[in-house]
């Protein structure tokens, strides 16, 4: 790789400090738990090679897809689950939970601030006449955090007191293209109680992209209604090649269900197409690889810390997902920073990454993705709009050791050495 001696002296420090101070050992230990969560699931439904089977056309009892959302739902320590490769993307997940759960007349609290950019057409906060929510009459509102991040639990409760029509508390885990701290599962239980407290029955739902396995729970063990997601993301462990999972509530999980495929159909039919088998391998993984992608994470703080960077969160923080922010300062470094992750990766490492006016986005940004499966945020993956302060958003890496020299790679094209 010609990594220049003074640099890799540098990311030997870095590892060293991560090893001692325990860093590295805290999430391995998280990992040791969902792993024990994830492996009682497969004896507990005795997966065999029979579940791996294909099924076409409608797809009725099929018993390795009806099996998979059992063990999903065990997991997550809920009640039910959808989990399906026909779901393209994160954000088609969000979809159909948002238009299953809520009709005209309801109003959707969002309790985290604007939710993530591909959300706005969704919710019709940008593009009229294209069957967003607010073109079927649901209304939207939202709460800023609080100064330190968190959810603002007393607006939250006067708002549910002072609107009836509130049927949902939309709450996004993860930052999004925004330096904020990322919140706990139990965090989001915490609100989630005190939403049912006023309002019994108000849906808590959770867009919990890149936030899976990396606490010991997630939202939904500690009260939330419904956790959304990508498998091409954690839940996909690497392995799983598209779709998406909706996990929550037994009513909850039914109307999204309706809205997935038709009123009276819900989740009884949709044929696997031999997809099953990467989606049983990928939660089998998923602890392990994203324990991978955060101590890649941290070793990126770290080493940029060192360099003169912003970055956030520290190397020694908790974590409870698997973004971090490097914040460049200059286009020119986040597009270096950029190109530098994805001569990093495995596959298309020779091309070179240029800002472009991506679908669902406001402003041009650039990625960086050279994944075995298009789009994969679990692999070692970055990206920024391309509008100050320059920030990059790094995600992912399958195995320490290649997100490591992912990083290197990325650390050497800004400073120029060769």
Not at 347 to 375: C, I, K, N
Request: charge should be negative; aromatic fraction near 10%.
């Amino acid at each position: 790789m010609n990594i220049n001696e003074n640099l890799l002296a540098l990311a030997e420090k870095a590892e060293r400090e991560l090893v001692e101070s325990g860093v590295f050992a805290r999430i391995e230990k998280t990992a040791f738990d969902n792993q024990m969560r994830v492996m009682d699931a497969f004896r507990e439904h005795q997966v065999s090679e029979s579940h791996f089977c294909p099924t076409t056309g409608y797809g009725y009892d099929d018993r390795g897809r009806d099996v998979l959302e059992e063990m999903f739902a065990d997991v997550f320590e809920t009640e039910d689950a959808i989990v399906r490769h026909n779901i393209i993307s994160g954000t088609q997940a969000l979809c159909i939970g948002l238009f299953g759960i809520l009709r005209t007349g309801d109003r959707m609290l969002s309790v985290t601030g604007k939710p993530y950019d591909t959300l706005d057409e969704v919710i019709g906060l940008r593009g009229e006449g294209m069957g967003s929510l607010r073109d079927f009459g649901v209304k939207y509102d939202e709460i800023a955090m609080t100064p330190d991040g968190g959810i603002d639990i007393p607006a939250m409760e006067e708002a549910l007191r002072s609107a009836d029509d509130i049927k949902m508390v939309y709450i996004q885990r993860s930052k999004g293209y925004a330096v904020r701290r990322t919140l706990s599962a139990k965090e989001i239980g915490d609100a989630a109680k005190a939403a049912h407290a006023i309002k019994k029955d108000v849906f808590v739902f959770v867009d919990n992209c890149y936030g899976e396995f990396c606490d010991e729970h997630e939202p939904t063990y500690y009260g939330a209604d419904l956790c959304v997601g990508s498998l091409i993301k954690n839940a996909g462990g690497g392995m799983a090649e598209t779709g998406g999972y909706i996990a929550g509530t037994k009513k909850a999980v039914e109307l999204c269900s309706y809205r997935l495929t038709t009123p009276g159909i819900g989740k009884e039919a949709g044929a696997s197409l031999g997809q099953t088998k990467f989606m049983y391998k990928g939660l089998f993984y998923a602890p392990h690889t994203v324990a991978q992608a955060l101590k890649t994470g941290v070793f990126a703080a770290k080493l940029f810390e060192y360099l003169g960077y912003d970055i956030y969160p520290k190397a020694e923080e908790e974590r409870h997902d698997i973004i971090q922010t490097v914040t460049l300062g200059t286009a020119d470094g986040l597009l270096k920073f950029c190109q530098g992750i994805q001569s990093g990766s495995p596959v298309d490492s020779h091309v070179l990454p240029e800002a472009w006016d991506m679908p669902g986005y406001a402003d041009a940004v650039v990625m960086a993705a050279g994944a075995f499966t298009s789009g994969a945020s679990i692999e070692l993956s970055a990206d920024g709009p391309m509008k100050a302060p320059f920030t990059a958003y790094l995600q992912g890496g399958l195995t320490y050791e290649s997100g490591k020299i992912g990083i290197l790679l990325a650390a050497q094209k800004i400073i120029g050495e060769n």
